[in-house]
């Protein structure tokens, strides 16, 4: 199983961390250590002092599949789920400053939060689902996706060019505005279309 994540994907988010507006998805990878054990707390990394959350939609892919047209994405997938994207900041910028690739910030063990799915079939529009993030009952995430540059079928024709995409792989589809630094004892919980679908606590 292998985590592909899209970058940049939402206007407010790439304004808010000043970077360039891509003309194509932003790819990068997570391995599969990095997802978080279930009910597990997500400790923050000895190497980071500012561990920011990134609440993101997730896709998870039922069907194998290399060079996807857009008009069959659909097929490939039949859940819906909300996750966590943690990223190390400081170490980020450290890295992006010197021009060097980003796993160190973004694809360490337990980064990845993946919470409950969905069905497809139980989801009114694709391209108009709300989620939001709370922080010890405080929202300080919102999203739609009617608002990410690249949906979730062009994203899916687009990484099938370059990634055989197996049973089981999931991709992470870019966060909204809001991102910020996590503090041990925060409790994280996630909410697609008002359905909690993870609750984390920091540590």
């Given at each position: ?18 970077n ?87 694809a ?39 608002n ?31 991102v ?24």
């Amino acid at each position: 199983m292998k985590i592909i994540c899209i970058g940049r994907n939402y206007t407010e988010h790439i304004t808010e961390l000043q970077n360039e507006k891509p003309s194509e998805p932003v790819v990068f990878l997570k391995p599969d250590t990095a997802v978080l054990p279930k009910n597990f707390p997500f400790y923050i990394p000895d190497f980071s002092k500012d561990v920011h959350h990134e609440v993101e939609v997730l896709v998870k892919i039922s069907k194998v599949g290399k060079y996807i047209d857009r008009k069959f994405a659909h097929k490939y997938y039949d859940e819906i789920g909300l996750g966590i994207d943690f990223t190390a900041r400081d170490l980020q910028k450290i890295l992006k400053d010197k021009g060097l690739p980003w796993e160190k910030a973004k694809a360490f063990d337990g980064s990845a939060v993946v919470g409950d799915f969905l069905p497809k079939t139980e989801i009114d529009s694709l391209e108009n689902i709300k989620f939001e993030l709370t922080t010890n009952g405080k929202t300080v995430q919102q999203g739609n996706t009617a608002n990410m540059l690249f949906k979730i079928d062009e994203i899916i024709e687009y990484v099938s060019q370059y990634f055989t995409l197996k049973v089981g792989d999931i991709i992470f589809t870019g966060t909204p505005e809001g991102v910020a630094a996590v503090q041990a004892e925060d409790v994280l919980e996630g909410f697609l279309n008002g359905k909690k679908l993870f609750r984390l606590q920091v540590k």
